[in-house]
């Protein structure tokens, strides 16, 4: 188990709790739309964590939708496996850098609050647009800024080093796993990167 492995182990069951308090649920409720996601799609939920964001994709998917969540801390998708509420939807413990999927399986990749804490994020990128459908959608988002999130990490050693990259680099990634070059929003109390898979 690799230290920042232990860091969300040791914090799982309280992860919502301590980074979720109601005034940050009302960003992220305003946020979930950005994404768009349609009735019936299949998504990747990637990072998902305690499942934060499983219950806000079903409404959005609907009944039909089918929701994939995996997270590599087997403590957070214990939590997620919690919020499973649609039959076909599941939580699995996984690594981005190796999906267990086959390619073009997904209509959207959802990477929430998770992006900075893959060890090679080229590869996380070429993972996630390998099991997207031609005409997918990549989506990497946060609620905090770039400048943000760093100085958010920088007071725990487990992830200090983990940032999200410069446009530029996250612009290379996304062209070398052919995507789109992304639309990057980067503002006080938002980023996201958002690319659509090329046919």
Known sequence: MTSQTAFFDERAEKWEETCY?????????????????????R??????????????????????????AIDISYRMIRQARKKIR??????IQANALQLPFKDKVFDRVICFAAFPHFNDPGRAVQEMGWV???????????????????????????????LLPDDQR???????AMLSPPEIMNRPGLYMAKGLKNI
């Open 21 to 41: 308090p109601p005034p940050v649920r009302k960003q992220l409720t305003a946020l979930v739309p950005e994404f768009g996601v349609k009735t019936g799609e």
């Open 43 to 68: 998504l990747l939920d990637l990072g998902t964590g305690p499942g934060i964001l499983i219950p806000y994709l079903q409404v959005c998917a609907g009944p039909y939708g089918q929701i994939l």
């Open 86 to 91: 649609n039959t076909g939807d599941i939580a």
């Open 132 to 162: 997207l459908r031609p005409g997918g959608t990549l989506v990497i988002a946060h609620l905090m800024s770039r400048e943000e999130l760093a100085n958010h990490h920088a007071g725990h050693e487990s992830v200090a080093r983990d």
């Open 170 to 176: 996250m612009t290379m990634f996304f062209i070398e």
